[in-house]
């Protein structure tokens, strides 16, 4: 019948010869025909004036068949048993469909292919199916050729239909390679826990990884003749997170990898999945597969963001949304919330003869009988009681929460004097503990003592006690680390010893000297903490190599990268060095992977927990990873709301003018109000509890009016070109890099001014508005810093005092108002 077809065509106008071609300004494919069908025998890319040939082109497709639902293995021997969240998604992980062993694999060329117009089509027929493919070069993006592969089966079966291997690339030849949010680097890795738990290196092995986690829909490969060739499904292959009124993110539609079944490196992508949805197939059924090649002489990053904004549309979000809630009220609002110590769970405790204050913490912890104490953003603590001015905050919880830090710290004689003893408190059996074992990690004290000690000390500089236990830290810090650069991951509590040395400590734990440099001024700290910089973007920015920071799933690769790249431009602020800047971007580029860009956010109706809404409010779009790969907690729970990069987003729009930075920071900071509790406007932390509030997470508001912070006065500084700029404060721990405020005074247009913010002040109808305020006291001018956070024009009314003053704001503009104090 294929064949009957084919002849038809030619009757019809076709053309066949003894090759086809494909002709674009940007690309040239040739296929000939030989033995064994139609071969691409040349793929040239233009490289300005000369093309430049790839070697190792095939044309060869795949398919997957199997007559029976592929079986299931499981090997035990990872992970420990203790880390009993990730032991489902390491069975998932080894099973025979990921691992790209499962069914048999039919490689073959197309018997026959003519000309129509501008496209080749191809044909084969096997036992198993009969394949149709179209292949066009896409007239608005000449680098890109479009195919649509068709199935219709022979027999029933349950088939799965791989990206034909256009090239391959050898190792040797590798410059780096990826699938967003699970690998990144530039080099193969044996090791199998590494390169498939820690997404370390690019797996030695076909596997084929998920959607759920795949940030961005696009594997791809790029060579050191610095050609880039990439695989982009059609938006709508892969699953629907949320498909009409429950969680669907775990369906499994389209299958990823950056090997071909027989494991030569090409980008590849497979659907259906054998054995999942849409791959069982009765006889005369069929199936389509439509996706592009995009095929460049450019860098990785080049190609990733065509995927994202050419494919996938990613800027066209900010249309969609809209705004019921503005971000400053929701600062205001989660005010009083944290200022409730019901709602907000805090609570205070006799601890050695001191009060120490933190808030009550329901999630997992070692050792925990639900009697776990934790204080979360301390630099967000400090900036809201000094921005306010809350007797509340100022006497309620900040002594009692310093008092918790001076506590927090091991002052035993040993080896562990001056480490963080623990990051949570039990109260049952009044002792210290980490999150999820007996041990001690060196970036424990970055986090836990010098950033947390490091920012109450820009508010409090002549606190001689705290000053105490930050210099003990970093000595602690420094004596740790080793003569490269390097620290262990974690220390035994009891032996002493190593442990997780199958692994490096690829994190920013060299931010601590710097955070030490800075308060104490002894340059023995800057100079540790440049030895650790550089031996982190040896080995971690260059490689694409990094480790989390959450205990409980083993410290998979987690937001602690995106807190780097903020660790390295505070290195390079201090040093001047280029190298620093330069890595800090590269990290950023690499942190954009661990942004949701698909599916394409819509208006299509859906019901969430009753409530009806439009597809765009609860898009996983603009929304990053706890942690992604194949075991972070995005598997099943989705993305987080708490966008703490989005004010380094901003920063590095500003270095770099990648629109891509400023786009993704506004698409996770905007209009995300279906996910915020009406009662306490705060965030749910995970996608999939949409907005149930902060649930075992009270004192995740802290660490959301620390980000919503950073957030505005980031896009304070860049909308009016450095003319509204304030200090930043070191880092806040764990979650992300956004950074504090308020402890000393910025500019306005030229103007010295703190930080103010008070209810009441500016009264609003319209939620696009944002605000902040400043004040010179001594000159008696109060400024009130107006951004309209929308990509339309904003004209309203505002109220000041007992002024009602119309203001118009361009689209995603700044203006600034200057009043007299009374």
């Given amino acids: 019948m294929i064949r009957s077809l084919f002849f038809a065509g030619l009757l019809m106008g076709f053309s066949a010869s003894a090759q086809v071609s494909l002709k674009s300004d940007a690309l040239q494919l040739h296929w000939t025909k030989n033995t064994d069908g139609w071969k691409l025998n040349q793929l040239s890319v233009k490289n300005k004036k000369a093309w430049v040939a790839l070697p190792a082109v095939s044309g060869e497709y795949t398919l997957l068949y199997a007559a029976n639902l592929p079986d299931s293995t499981f090997n035990n021997s990872f992970p420990e048993p203790q880390y009993h969240y990730i032991v489902p998604l390491w069975k998932a992980l080894i099973q025979p469909v990921p691992m790209n062993t499962a069914g048999e694999a039919v490689h073959f060329y197309p018997s026959d292919a003519v000309t129509a117009g501008k496209e080749v089509l191809f044909s084969k027929h096997s036992k198993e199916a009969d394949i149709t493919a179209s292949w066009r070069i896409d007239p608005q993006f000449p680098s890109d050729i479009r195919v649509k592969i068709t199935l219709t089966a022979k027999q029933t079966g349950y088939f799965s239909l791989a990206t034909p291997t256009v090239a391959t690339v050898k190792e040797a030849e590798l410059a780096w390679g990826g699938i967003p949010g699970y690998f990144q680097s530039n080099a193969i890795e044996h090791d199998f826990v590494k390169a498939n738990v820690y997404m370390q290196g690019i797996p030695d092995k076909p596997v084929i990884v998920r959607e759920r986690t795949a940030a961005t829909l696009s594997p791809f490969i790029s060579a050191k003749n610095n050609i880039t060739m990439a695989v982009i499904p059609d938006p709508g292959t892969g699953r629907d997170p949320w498909e009409r009124d429950a969680k669907t993110q775990s369906t499994w539609q389209l299958g990823l990898s950056l090997m071909n079944r027989k494991a030569s490196l090409t980008p590849t992508a497979y659907h259906p999945v054998l054995g999942e949805k849409g791959s069982l197939l009765q006889k005369g059924d069929t199936v389509s597969f439509s996706f592009r090649y995009t095929v460049q002489y450019a860098d990785w990053y080049t190609v990733y963001k065509h995927a994202v904004n050419d494919v996938y549309h990613f800027a066209d979000f900010l249309a969609l949304k809209k705004t019921s809630q503005s971000l400053t009220s929701r600062i205001l609002s989660m005010h009083k919330y944290l200022v409730d110590a019901k709602t907000s769970l805090w609570k205070t405790e006799d601890y050695k003869g001191l009060t120490i204050g933190a808030q009550a913490y329901l999630g997992g912890v070692y050792g925990s009988e639900k009697d776990a104490m934790k204080n979360s953003d301390y630099g967000a603590m400090w900036m809201l009681a000094n921005i306010t001015n809350d007797p509340a905050l100022k006497q309620d919880r900040l002594p009692y929460a310093r008092n918790f830090k001076l506590q927090q710290q091991d002052l035993t004689t040993g ?86 040395k199958e692994v490096e400590d690829l994190r920013p734990t060299f931010y601590g000297l710097l955070i030490a440099y800075k308060i104490l001024h002894n340059k ?124 380094m987003f901003v920063r590095m729009f500003t270095l770099t003018h990648d629109s891509l930075f400023l786009n993704m920071a506004r698409a996770a900071a905007l209009g995300r109000d279906a996910f915020v509790d009406k009662e306490t406007s705060v965030a749910s932390y995970y996608w999939d509890v949409m907005n149930k509030g902060a649930g075992p997470y009270p004192h995740h508001a802290w660490w959301q009016i620390g980000w919503i912070t950073d957030y505005l ?55 696009y508005l944002d605000y902040y305020c400043a004040i010179n006291r001594e000159q008696k001018k109060l400024f009130f810093i107006l951004l309209n956070n929308d990509d339309e024009v904003l004209q309203t009314n505002i109220q000041i005092a007992d002024s009602t003053i119309p203001i118009k704001i361009p689209p995603y503009g700044i203006k600034v108002l200057e009043t007299k104090q009374k």
């Fill in 713 to 767: 006065l980031a896009e304070a500084e860049m909308r009016s070109g450095g003319q509204v700029k304030f200090p930043r404060g070191f880092i806040t721990p764990k979650v992300g890099p956004h950074q504090s405020y308020g402890f000393a005074p910025g500019k306005v247009n030229g103007v010295t001014a703190d930080l103010l913010l008070e209810e009441g002040l500016l009264k609003t109808t319209s939620p």
């Fill in 415 to 500: 080896f562990f004097y001056g480490a963080a003893a623990g990051q949570y408190y039990l109260t049952k059996s009044k002792r210290w503990t980490e999150e999820w074992g007996p041990y001690v990690e060196p970036v424990g004290l970055t986090y836990y003592m010098l950033m947390d000690a490091g920012n109450i000390l820009l508010f409090q500089p002549k606190d001689t006690a705290l000053k105490h236990t930050l210099q003990l830290a970093a000595d602690k810090l420094l004596a740790w680390m080793s003569n490269s650069g390097q620290w262990q991951v974690a220390y035994d509590h009891v032996t002493q010893a190593p442990l997780f």
């Fill in 524 to 647: 023995k700290y800057l100079d540790a903490a440049r030895k650790g910089a550089d031996w982190y973007i040896k080995n971690a920015v260059e490689k694409g190599h990094f480790l989390g920071v959450c205990g409980d799933t083993r410290f998979v690769p987690d937001f602690a990268t995106g807190q780097s790249a903020q660790a390295l431009l505070e290195l390079y602020d201090v040093t001047k060095e280029e190298k620093y800047k330069q890595a800090a971007i590269q990290t950023a580029r690499l942190y954009t992977t661990s942004i949701y860009t698909h599916p394409i956010p819509t208006t299509k109706e859906k019901i969430v927990n009753g409530v009806k809404r439009q597809d765009w409010e609860i898009s996983q779009v603009g929304l990053s990873f706890e942690h992604g790969g194949t075991l972070g907690s995005a598997n099943h729970r989705g993305p987080i709301l708490l966008a703490s990069h989005a004010g």
